[in-house]
């Protein structure tokens, strides 16, 4: 594995995922299990709620970026260690069968006062769907660790 | 179900959810699917790790933190969806067996300008442990019915 510490990112690096298909089967199992609500289980009543038709949880789409983020090739030194968030929506629903990607683009490195051997990654989660459109934007902090204390 | 439009909602009204057991097999299975990385898989590298033993993958955590609010009493109608989030961060790790509950508050109540039958309603979402200790802090936005057109 090629990890990343925080000196080798810059502002401005991006990355790009592989692709997970989030199926229907699964999409009603997780909101069966943690978003029981209508529009995530049932087709009728979908349509006649605010998402028009069968949608995934948003958290089903943020568990599913994870596992994008986790692949690709960002490998920050430490793990994928999120501190939080600045921003987080879903500007479009999920739908059964899309194909999400997620795209990252560093936005800020920022090394610890207190703490010298890490660092702050901000970046930020573009996550699309096969047709491109963003289903979920986040903008949020890693803590990565640094390779020297300098 | 007793439902709750825009109306019914007040700054500083407060809401408290049940409790959920994160069990160490759903913990594991969950980061296995989503958030694969030794912190959230393997007892020894978690000890080694930032989060010095296993801990819930933040997206296991605010899934259930979702299953909590939409099993408590706020029952916004038309479901609970959420449009974003303004903050969003994890203080402190979910260990196996933690027993989570949540605590809303009303932080603001606003009409949509555009759309008259619907508003935005801004709560504090924080998520605490068996001993009251925050593991999760969200500020987020959720879209609101409201009762009349007005």
New interface residues.
């Given amino acids: 594995m090629n990890e990343h510490f925080l000196e080798d990112f810059a502002v401005g690096d991006t990355y790009r995922s592989q692709r997970i298909r989030v199926d229907e089967t699964r999409m009603r199992s ?1 909101a069966a ?7 995530h289980l049932d087709s009728d009543a979908a349509r006649a ?2 998402f028009g038709g069968l949608a995934a ?3 089903h789409t ?3 970026t ?2 994008l983020l ?1 692949d690709c090739d960002l490998k920050p030194a ?13 500007p479009l629903p999920v739908r059964p069968g899309d194909e999400l990607w997620v795209e990252v683009e560093v936005l800020e490195v920022r090394r610890s006062r207190s703490r010298p051997r890490q660092g702050i990654l901000k970046i930020r989660m573009t996550t699309r769907n096969q047709n491109s459109e963003p289903v979920q934007i986040a903008v949020g902090n890693l ?1 990565v660790r640094t390779r020297t204390a300098a």
């Fill in positions: 997780f299990e943690f978003d029981p609500q209508p529009f709620s605010i949880s948003g958290w943020a568990a599913v994870m596992r986790v430490g793990g994928v260690v999120g501190a939080g968030f600045d921003e987080f929506r879903w803590v």
